[in-house]
């Protein structure tokens, strides 16, 4: 009897024959990247996580391929983030699942060293958590793509819809995506929390967050996942006839040591030029000029 492979798609649930066959008819794995943060008392903390697993998962349904485990954790609080941290949460606290950014772009490469040596010849990276961040995730997936013969796709939600629509921080754009995908997750009444002793303050909601609804979500997402389809198709076509050999340790170190090497051109160990300094005072200064050595 004839196994049926169903739709089933998360690598993680996948049996062995399951991941064969998939990898068989497309050798394309998808990577949602995301982040645990503040996006006001009226959201759940994994928004960002949950956009890119909805369309990494929707993409797979569509157009074939294999679902990576998510990565929940992202670049935060260095550079450019400081300021903006002291702006939107101040000095309260704020539960993040951040990551230095060397920290983090080191691991990236030992994921696209696991997927190469897996069999995929496509790596599709999208990332619910933006603002700079992906800037250097493409830094090094350039440089990778220079010692390994491999597709490597990189782009964050915003920028799959910017001639659409205008991403924001758990505002209008943000809000809407959640009550789309995952309506159990946001509760708008509970906004009046922010004035409670203890709770945080306004965390980082967007202003324009209360003109979010569920119609624009689902046109939002929807676009998004349109464009990251239209890309996949463009990548299948450009698809390598074989598959990269399996990257060796040594190999890796030198990966490693030319994007460690590119640290200056980093976007997230950095203020922008037109941002004002953050307070000397701020739990957020020692995090303003970052240096991984």
Not at 5 to 28: C, H, M, Q, S, Y
Not at 118 to 144: C, K, P, W, Y
Not at 259 to 287: N, R
Request: proline share 6%; glycine share 8%.
């Amino acid at each position: 009897m004839k196994p049926n492979i169903g739709d089933k798609t998360l690598w993680a649930e996948l049996l062995p024959f399951e991941f064969n066959r998939r990898l068989a008819e497309n050798p394309v794995v998808y990577l949602p990247l995301g982040i645990c943060e503040p996006h006001g008392q009226v959201s759940a903390f994994g928004l960002d996580t949950f956009k890119a697993e909805w369309l990494c998962t929707e993409a797979a349904k569509r157009m074939g391929g294999i679902v990576a485990p998510s990565l929940g954790y992202h670049i935060h609080e260095t550079g450019y983030h400081a300021r903006w941290l002291q702006d939107e949460i101040g000095e309260e606290k704020a539960p993040m699942t951040a990551m230095p950014p060397d920290v983090f772009l080191l691991f990236f490469l030992y994921q696209l060293r696991a997927f190469v040596n897996s069999g995929f010849r496509t790596i599709v990276v999208v990332s619910g958590h933006s603002g700079g961040n992906q800037r250097d995730l493409r830094l090094a997936a350039d440089i990778f793509m220079k010692y390994v013969p491999v597709q490597v796709w990189v782009c964050s939600d915003p920028e799959l819809v910017e001639d659409l629509f205008e991403g924001d921080h758990a505002g209008k754009y943000e809000i809407s995506q959640l009550m789309y995908i995952k309506p159990p997750f946001i509760d708008m009444a509970l906004q009046r929390l922010e004035k409670a002793p203890g709770s945080g303050g306004r965390l980082a909601l967007g202003l324009d967050a209360s003109e979010a609804n569920e119609a624009l979500g689902k046109e939002i997402m929807e676009a998004c996942l349109a464009r990251l389809c239209d890309e996949i198709s463009r990548l299948q076509a450009a698809c390598l006839d074989q598959a990269a050999k399996k990257i060796t340790p040594a190999q890796m170190e030198v990966i490693r040591g030319e994007v460690l090497a590119s640290v200056s051109k980093w976007v997230t160990t950095k203020p922008w030029p037109e941002q004002q300094a953050v307070g000397k005072e701020s739990q957020w200064k020692p995090f303003e000029y970052y240096s991984p050595f």
